[in-house]
């Protein structure tokens, strides 16, 4: 039934499970609240008591316009005080409940928004921390500045023993899967600079056409700019020529990372070493593409762009325009 009830239906009797994890408890006398909120408030008593209130300033509503949300934060730390996750939690008044699942944070691109997914598929996460002490200080953050509020709160992570194959080196298993957590990041990061990238060149190809003063060679400049980038990507994510046509593709770096996270996330035994080679391979393969990436969007778009500007060129995104009175 996966994390709901996807097929049964109301046939059967299905509650949510616990939070996995630590459950870290606490009590807000009062709520944290912005500014605006704050005022409005006040207004509202005033009105219901038929007293007068003054009207913010200008300033004063540009400041409120601009205040960040409130926040209150959990932060965990490890035994050597490294901060290991912050966590966010309720900021109204009242007690509440966070749960720590016990892994670092994901190394997945970050999202403003929070994805749909399927019942089948995980949230974004991180690697498994080492059983050990940790602690955690509650803080609060209201316009911008970080009090705390309370801590440290020890917290000891203890291994049930029910692993059928358990680690025998636990700190080996960590350092591999922190290993592969970095290179997860950096090759998905790779992986949405590539689209990036490519959305930045459709608009330069479009520009190009609207510009009547841009020389020639600016052209075969783009059209070598987009080989090199496809070329980059069936590295990054796979051949799409042979993966539309159900031709056999041969695995790209990002499946090869992925198959890590796949079977290294939710294990506590050791490495497998199929996933070792897996690491090794998506590592040597990654270093060059990389490289090529960096160069391109690094070097060679911006100096694109530069020529484009200097022809007067429309705006396309991620260019500055350039203009003076003269």
Do not use: C
Request: hydrophobic share 35%.
């Amino acid at each position: 039934g996966y994390e709901a009830r996807p097929y049964f239906g109301d046939d059967f009797y299905i509650a949510s499970n616990p939070p996995f994890g630590a459950v870290f408890t606490y009590y807000l006398k009062e709520e944290l609240k912005t500014l605006k909120k704050a005022r409005r408030e006040r207004e509202k008593e005033a009105e219901e008591e038929g007293e007068p209130y003054a009207h913010p300033s200008w300033d004063e509503l540009r400041t409120e316009d601009r205040e960040e949300e409130t926040k209150i934060l959990l932060v965990v730390r490890d035994a050597d005080g490294e901060i290991v996750r912050r966590l966010t939690g309720p900021t109204t008044a009242g007690i509440h409940r966070v749960a720590w699942d016990l892994r670092f944070p994901s190394s997945e691109p970050v999202r403003l928004a929070t994805a749909e997914r399927h019942p089948w598929e995980d949230p974004p996460r991180g690697p498994m921390v080492l059983p050990g002490e940790y602690s955690v200080r509650l803080y609060k953050v209201v316009t911008g500045e970080e009090t705390e509020l309370a801590g440290p709160q020890k917290v000891t992570a203890r291994p049930l023993g029910l692993p059928t194959l358990p680690a025998e080196d636990r700190e080996a298993l960590s350092e591999f899967l922190r290993k592969a957590a970095r290179l997860q990041r950096a090759v998905l990061g790779a992986v949405r600079v590539a689209g990036e990238t490519q959305t930045r060149l459709d608009y330069l190809k479009q520009a190009l056409l609207e510009t009547p003063g841009a020389e020639e060679k600016l052209g075969a400049q783009l059209r070598d700019m987009q080989t090199r980038l496809l070329d980059l990507r069936v590295e990054l994510t796979g051949d799409p020529t042979l993966r539309e046509r159900a031709a056999a593709t041969p695995r790209s770096i990002s499946e090869r990372v992925w198959r890590i996270v796949g079977g290294q996330w939710t294990s506590s035994s050791a490495p497998t070493k199929t996933n070792e080679e897996a690491y090794e391979i998506a590592g040597r393969a990654f270093a060059p593409v990389l490289t090529g990436l960096r160069e391109l969007v690094e070097r060679d778009l911006p100096a694109f762009e530069q020529e484009l500007e200097k022809a007067h060129a429309p705006w396309t995104p991620g260019r500055v325009p350039r203009w003076t009175m003269e």
